[in-house]
């Protein structure tokens, strides 16, 4: 077989290739995005960008009960959005074989939680593999269609960042041309009505007993011999640490943490003196075994809070490190706005005129940071409309009138158009800011309904915010460039001073997709030391001692710093 080096992002992708799945319906969020971007390479699939996580899954559910296998990628937090289809679709079960793959973010590295996605699967009554490595990436999803269909089953995966992240040595099958299962309609098992849906549950029951019994005899759970002293029970990337800390323990790796295999970890408890559980997140596995019977030690000893490592692992179990072997801290960097990001103008105007800003899931979260600290509130996808509008109906209009909601172009479709209807409907007095920079650029750069191409980059038709706000039934939208300072601040008092809903679309493309004008900057002697310029945060501007520079390998030629300054003393580089 041909071996290559993978992302484990990369070889989810392949696995869906080589196991003959025909669709996959994704929105991209880290660190699950690029399982998507690369199975749009290949040809034998349906690849396609979802406007959200919820519609992903429908779209991959409907395409699995037409006789297609299917797969949707999301990050932990999309899984919320997602677990209304899941949950039925977990009653219904399947005719082609459907994967879920969840990619959670111990650390919080690119979300606002730690969500233990494991509790998902047990709760909606789904089984949950858990790969440790690039080459299990791919076998794993291989594996997960065949059980998905053999148990009539949705079948869940957890990645996490560093899984999803990581890159190892994959061994290449052959790529599948997708065969359909024949479809016959059955409205007994797949329309979930009440009286059907009682009936359904108890179908969901009986084969999840049956995967658990099964699931013992696994060849992805397995025991590997080593001391008798101490046994760890362990999955996914925790497995490759605590291997590498204690490799002379004993140990049982579990490839399907949900159902747990009972008949295999009664078996491994009875070989070893003690038994370890070391997983990341929340005791999942942990409480099960104990609810068993078997003492095991786990969180007693172990953070819920992060990432683990091999010398954290190595430090609990009081092995000594060397000081050569002790990692030293990476020097920190403060996230900041790209040099001529188009937010970085809006959010300066925003803290300018101290307006209280509810804010989305985004770039633009940066404009919560110093120097323009103009963002109260972050929660999730779409928040902003809901809690902007929350604001008003608690306060009062007077101190709605200043609330002003900030949400993303990709971010609005995602899950905000939902919000504006809703204030629309219920009468608020707000104005909503729509970031509109051609590009979902949190996650990478994916093409979004607004962008006019598809995954592939090929042509697509360009949905209209405008229109669409307007169709939402808002009277009063405008479409503005962040970086006309007067025409953009006029928009937003005209909005907040305004006696009914108001949408300001702020429109410039991302400075990362489209070339910027080139000509560096420079200070003048007419600077006057008053440090406005500072206040836009533009990692191209420095003050050092008494002076303000500009370094001119960084700067883009973006002009934003050259149209705040008072005294004209910021102008182009004569070269």
Request: proline share 5%; charged share 25%.
């Amino acid at each position: 077989m041909e071996k290559k080096i993978m992302l484990g992002n990369e070889a989810f992708a392949r696995g869906a290739a080589e196991a003959g799945a025909k669709v996959i319906s994704s929105y991209p969020g880290t660190p699950s995005t690029e399982i998507t971007e690369n199975a749009a390479k290949y040809d034998s699939m349906h690849v396609e960008w979802a406007p959200n996580e919820k519609v992903g899954a429908e779209v991959v559910i409907g395409a699995g009960i037409a006789g297609a296998r299917a797969m949707t990628c999301m990050k932990h937090v999309g899984l919320n959005v997602a677990a209304d289809p899941l949950f039925t679709a977990a009653y219904t079960g399947v005719n082609a074989g459907i994967v879920f793959v969840v990619a959670d973010d111990n650390g919080c590295y690119s979300s606002q939680n730690e969500q233990d996605s494991r509790f998902y699967a047990r709760s909606a009554g789904v089984p949950m593999l858990e790969p440790a490595d690039s080459k299990e990436c791919l076998e794993y999803v291989k594996l997960a269609f065949e059980l998905s269909e053999k148990y009539d089953t949705v079948m869940m995966i957890r990645s996490n960042t560093r899984i999803s992240h990581s890159r190892g040595v994959v061994e290449l099958g052959e790529i599948q041309i997708p065969e359909l299962k024949k479809y016959e309609k059955n409205t007994g098992k797949y329309v979930a009505m009440p009286a059907a849906a009682r009936k359904l549950h108890i179908a969901q029951e009986k084969r999840m007993k049956k995967f658990a019994e099964d699931s013992s005899r696994f060849q992805i759970n397995r025991i590997e011999e080593g001391s008798k002293e101490m046994g760890i029970i362990t999955s996914g990337i925790c497995y490759q640490y605590a291997k590498e800390a204690v490799p002379e323990a004993s140990f049982l790796k579990l490839g399907s943490v949900n159902p747990l295999p009972k008949e295999l970890i009664k078996e491994f408890a009875e070989k070893v003196k003690k038994t370890f559980v070391i997983e990341e997140g929340q005791p999942f596995i942990e409480e099960q075994i104990k609810a068993m019977g078997i003492n095991v030690c786990g969180k007693d000893l172990f953070t819920v809070q992060g990432e683990y490592s091999v010398n954290m692992i190595k430090e609990v179990f009081r092995k000594p490190l060397a000081d050569h072997e002790k990692a030293g801290e990476a020097p920190v960097r403060p996230p900041l706005f790209c040099a001529g990001c188009p937010h970085r103008a809006l959010f300066y105007l925003l803290g300018k005129m101290k307006k209280t800003v509810t804010g989305d899931i985004g770039c633009y979260t940066l404009g919560s940071l110093p120097p323009t600290s103009s963002m109260d509130t972050c929660l999730c996808m779409g928040a902003s409309i809901g809690m902007a509008h929350g604001f008003e109906k608690a306060r009062g209009e007077e101190f709605g009138k200043d609330v002003v909601a900030v949400i993303g172009d990709s971010t609005f479709f995602h899950s905000g158009i939902t919000g504006l209807i809703n204030m629309v409907y219920n009468k608020s007095k707000g104005t909503v800011l729509i970031l509109d920079n051609r590009t979902t650029g949190m996650t990478g750069h994916q093409d979004n309904p607004a962008t006019g191409k598809d995954i592939r980059g090929n042509a697509s038709p360009e949905i209209s915010i405008e229109e669409l706000c307007r169709a939402c039934g808002v009277q009063h939208i405008k479409q503005v460039d962040p970086f006309d300072l007067k025409e953009m601040e006029a928009a937003i008092k005209e909005g907040c001073e305004r006696d009914a809903l108001s949408v300001i679309i702020s429109k410039r493309p991302c400075a990362l997709i489209v070339k910027q004008p080139g000509t560096p900057y420079m200070i003048t002697e007419e600077c006057k030391k008053c440090g406005i310029c500072m206040g836009i945060g533009c990692q191209a501007i420095e003050k050092k001692g008494e002076d303000i520079m500009i370094i001119p390998e960084r700067c883009v030629g973006c002009d934003l710093c050259s149209r705040v300054c008072p005294f004209g003393a910021i102008v182009k580089e004569d070269r």
